[in-house]
């Protein structure tokens, strides 16, 4: 069946360290993927998207990796701040324009 | 920066109770969506909305759901007798008419059905 998931629940870092969240997919045809970030009381909020055609792409402060071989998703934050804490999700988009969200992983900031 | 704005934040209803939650997505975005988060869980699609009609809806999206886009700028999400398990956050979203296009969220509707 359709299924996205995320192999840790909660990750805590050190203020100024990098991030990595990482997600599993197991549907397809995958051809899209969204990061989203969700603040307490807020929607998801957009981060990053990658295109199956990809393997990396870069934002600001962040990066998210595709490895289609083994079906793996990973957002890379760098220099993780306070204000990076929140819930991430990772979504997947086959052939229809529905999002299929993953469970999500809160990022908790030591200061 | 454009954003999806829903309305009320919270609404509070009595089980059997109809409620209509609203959104007005982003202006010049053509597909919308519905989406519902039962707390500390994942968020579910529920239905996307293109050219006046559904586009695809999931297995949450009986027949007590509906949407409607009454003018040029609000979408709306109906559910016609609500239940306990209707005690939800409901999100709205929307995105631009071509494919791999990132879905924009509003900061969604608090629902409890009582």
């Known amino acids: 069946g359709e299924s996205v998931g995320l192999h840790l629940p909660t990750l805590s870092v050190q203020e100024g360290d990098n991030s990595i969240i990482n997600c599993a997919y197991s549907n397809s045809p995958s051809d899209y993927f969204i990061w989203y970030k969700q603040e307490s009381g807020k929607g998801p909020q957009f981060i990053i998207d990658?295109?199956?055609?990809?393997d990396k792409r870069q934002g600001q402060r962040v990066t998210v990796l595709l490895n289609k071989t083994v079906k793996h998703l990973s957002l890379q934050i760098a220099a993780t701040q306070p204000g990076d804490s929140a819930v991430y999700f990772c979504?997947?988009?086959?052939?229809?324009?529905?999002?299929?969200f993953g469970s999500g992983t809160r990022l908790l900031v030591r200061p | 920066e454009p954003e999806v704005t829903q309305t009320p934040s919270h609404q509070v209803t009595q089980m059997g109770q109809e409620v209509i939650l609203r959104c007005v997505p982003i202006s010049n975005h053509l597909y919308f969506y519905w989406y519902r988060q039962i707390l500390g869980q994942k968020v579910e699609f529920l239905v996307s909305?293109?050219?006046?009609?559904?586009?695809?809806k999931s297995e949450i999206f009986d027949d007590q759901f509906s949407v409607e886009r009454p003018d040029g700028s609000n979408f709306t999400l109906k559910i016609r007798s609500t239940k306990l398990e209707d005690s939800a956050m409901y999100f709205c979203?929307?995105?631009?008419?071509?494919?791999?296009?990132?879905?924009?969220f509003g900061d969604g509707t608090r629902l409890s059905i009582l």
């Open positions: 979203a929307s995105s631009e008419p071509s494919r791999n296009q990132p879905q924009h």
């Open positions: 990658i295109r199956s055609n990809m």
């Open positions: 909305f293109y050219n006046n009609e559904i586009s695809e």
């Open positions: 979504a997947e988009n086959n052939s229809s324009y529905k999002l299929i």
